[in-house]
């Protein structure tokens, strides 16, 4: 089993930044990659960007240089750095790992881009 827990999201005004952590608990020997997913009211959820054990990242086409995921494997956590922010970044930013038991979803942390 493997816990996942999200921080740093909160409302931030257009062209701000923000920091989002997730931290991993529990059988980490497992995970294979880990990664961040969004989700709007009404919408699917969507990937945003992924990184593995051995730290090779993936990006949606839409970030555009925005967004840098970061892996701390001493700390078990994954990071997402989010530059420029727009309100079309609103959203539940969720993290994901991807072990060899399943795959796995924290409860997201909520960012609202509002002047």
């Known amino acids: 089993q493997l816990q996942l827990v999200e921080s740093g999201g909160g409302l931030v005004q257009p062209g701000g930044s923000l920091r989002l952590s997730c931290a991993a608990s529990g059988s980490i020997f497992s995970i294979n990659a880990m990664g961040w997913f969004r989700q709007t009211l009404g919408k699917r959820r969507e990937l945003v960007a992924t990184?593995?054990?051995?730290?090779?990242?993936n990006y949606a086409n839409y970030v555009q240089g925005r967004f840098t995921i970061s892996r701390d494997n001493a700390k078990n956590t994954v990071n997402l750095q989010i530059n420029s922010l727009e309100p079309e970044d609103t959203a539940v930013y969720y993290c994901?790992?991807?072990?060899?038991?399943?795959?796995?979803w924290g409860k997201g942390t909520l960012v609202t881009v509002s002047s």
């Open positions: 990184i593995t054990s051995g730290g090779s990242t």
């Open positions: 994901n790992a991807a072990s060899t038991c399943g795959g796995y």
